[in-house]
């Protein structure tokens, strides 16, 4: 199991809850503060970022994205993902949502 972090640094923290530690900082994960980052599965998040992106990640592999997602113009500030519909939803402060 690991947990996950956003922070205003740009950075994604990935921990390890039963040792209390960070094993991964994703640096410059975003160009401005990360706002979100939401599980899909064991192994795939999302990110959301001040910098209008959303970005996909697989934890065997966080130096470079999965893919980048684009769409909003102001800050993507959450994600929500439906296990049962594979949906993933992003909200932000240009007032849209997108699946």
Not at 15 to 24: E, G, H, M, S, Y
């Amino acid at each position: 199991r690991i947990l996950s972090a956003a922070c205003e640094r740009r950075n994604i923290l990935i921990f390890d809850p039963l040792t209390r530690t960070v094993t991964r900082n994703i640096e410059n994960a975003h160009q401005d503060c990360v706002n979100c980052v939401r599980f899909l599965d064991t192994r795939t998040f999302a990110s959301c970022s001040d910098d209008t992106t959303v970005a996909l990640w697989d934890v065997r592999n966080l130096k470079t994205r999965i893919r980048t997602l684009r769409g909003h113009s102001n800050w993507v500030k959450n994600i929500e993902y439906s296990h049962h519909d594979n949906l993933l939803v992003t909200s932000g402060f240009d007032g849209a949502i997108y699946t």
